[in-house]
Nanobody, 124 residues
Framework: QVQLVESGGGLVQAGGSLRLSCAAS????????MGWFRQAPGKERVFVVTISRSGSSTYYADSVKGRFTISRDNAKNTIYLQMNSLKPEDTAVYYC?????????????????WGQGTQVTVSS
């Protein structure tokens, strides 16, 4: 079993950048396909990006493609989400998740482990 803790959220102006981190413990992140999801107030949790267990495959939601980048540092047992050119509509709680599936996964129901989330607020 893996425990996930997100950090790096905060308040930023539109056009700014943030880097979220997801630190894993209990198991190594290389044992899982990892994903980031987000949930805006009053809305469902939605997929943002995933990276396969091997790190060879990534898949981004259209809404963040070209602006967000996922990466993994197996030595630090951490996943990162670099977010550039932020928009007010990116405001949400961002969650890190892990699944035992080998390939990249985009549905929240396919993920077994979740962090507590970190708030990202983008002001206009």
């Amino acid at each position: 079993q893996v425990q996930l803790v997100e950090s790096g959220g905060g308040l930023v102006q539109a056009g700014g950048s943030l880097r979220l981190s997801c630190a894993a413990s209990g198991r190594t992140v290389s044992s899982y396909t990892m994903g980031w999801f987000r949930q805006a107030p009053g809305k469902e949790r939605v997929f943002v990006v995933t990276i396969s267990r091997s790190g060879s495959s990534t898949y981004y939601a259209d809404s963040v493609k070209g602006r967000f980048t996922i990466s993994r540092d197996n030595a630090k047992n951490t996943i990162y989400l670099q977010m550039n050119s932020l928009k007010p509509e990116d405001t949400a709680v961002y969650y890190c998740a892990a699944t035992a599936y080998y390939s990249a996964r985009t549905y929240s129901r396919e993920y077994d482990y979740w962090g507590q989330g970190t708030q990202v607020t983008v002001s206009s």
